[in-house]
């Protein structure tokens, strides 16, 4: 019988971040990629049917006993949501203003994904879908996010203070970056935290975000949505021109546990 892991309180996860700008405007006007695509991680639950699991045991009493004794059940439990289990995009694309200013981002994911939980390992229990972008909660425990790292590509930079049109781009860098995440509260559904105004290479937070809910065979995921503003200094070389064909410019990860 395949067990969940339920010392499993930490774990990591990785998105990278891709910037798009328009060469003909000041701002972008393509679509953006809204991070349709994810990945989930964390312990994967399993709903198989535990009378496939064990064999029975046939008792037969002794000549002349008119009864039996030791016949015995083992009775095995586990979890059908696993204590942690979350979906992330696995890439976005931010879209820049060529001359420094303001950028644009994806909106933050507000409707969970239509997920189904099956009996099976040979099909995913979780299918993500929706737009937007954010974490969804996939499991039976509320979980928190404890810490959000960055790590920037060569050809840019994190800065200290909101960039301007009239912020030059560090020496020997494409483009400095002062990025903003904001997740949205609903407390209904448990989630909460306060914003990261200004992203350094790491930082502390507490981001909480509620248990899935299941019915029957369908796990409906919490939400945190996220949106990503800020602004980019001057660009001082050349990125993508639309979403599909974005510059990867940073990872952002983060620790997430019960």
Do not use: C, H
């Amino acid at each position: 019988m395949k067990k969940s892991s339920l010392k499993k309180t930490l774990l990591t996860s990785t998105m990278a971040f891709a910037l798009a700008v328009g060469t003909a405007v000041p701002a972008f006007a393509a679509p953006l990629d809204n991070g349709d695509q994810g990945s989930i991680i964390g312990d994967q639950a399993t709903a198989d049917n535990l009378e496939n699991q064990y064999t029975d045991q046939e008792y037969v009493p002794a000549d002349g006993q008119t009864s039996i004794t030791g016949a015995k059940t083992e009775v095995g439990v586990f979890s059908r949501l696993g204590q942690i289990k979350v979906s992330v995009p696995t890439k976005v694309a931010l879209a820049l203003t060529a001359a420094g200013g303001p950028i644009s981002g994806p909106d933050p994911r507000t409707t969970a994904s239509t997920t189904d939980q099956v009996a099976d390992d040979t099909t995913p229990a979780v299918l993500r879908s929706g737009s937007g972008y954010g974490i969804e909660n996939l499991g039976g425990m509320p979980v928190k996010v404890s810490k959000v790292d960055a790590a920037v590509d060569a050809k840019f930079g994190l800065l200290t203070s909101a960039a301007t049109s009239s912020t030059a781009a560090p020496t020997g860098k494409t483009a400095g970056l002062a990025l903003s995440l904001t997740p949205v509260a609903n407390t209904a559904e448990g989630t909460s935290g306060a914003a990261i105004t200004n992203l350094k290479a790491t930082q502390n937070v507490t981001w909480t975000i509620g248990r899935a809910t299941e019915q029957g065979e369908t796990v409906t995921p919490t939400v945190m949505g996220i949106t990503i503003g800020g602004t980019n200094s001057q660009l001082a070389g050349s990125i993508g021109s639309e979403a599909v064909e974005a510059t990867k410019a940073l990872d952002i990860t983060y620790t997430i546990g019960v």
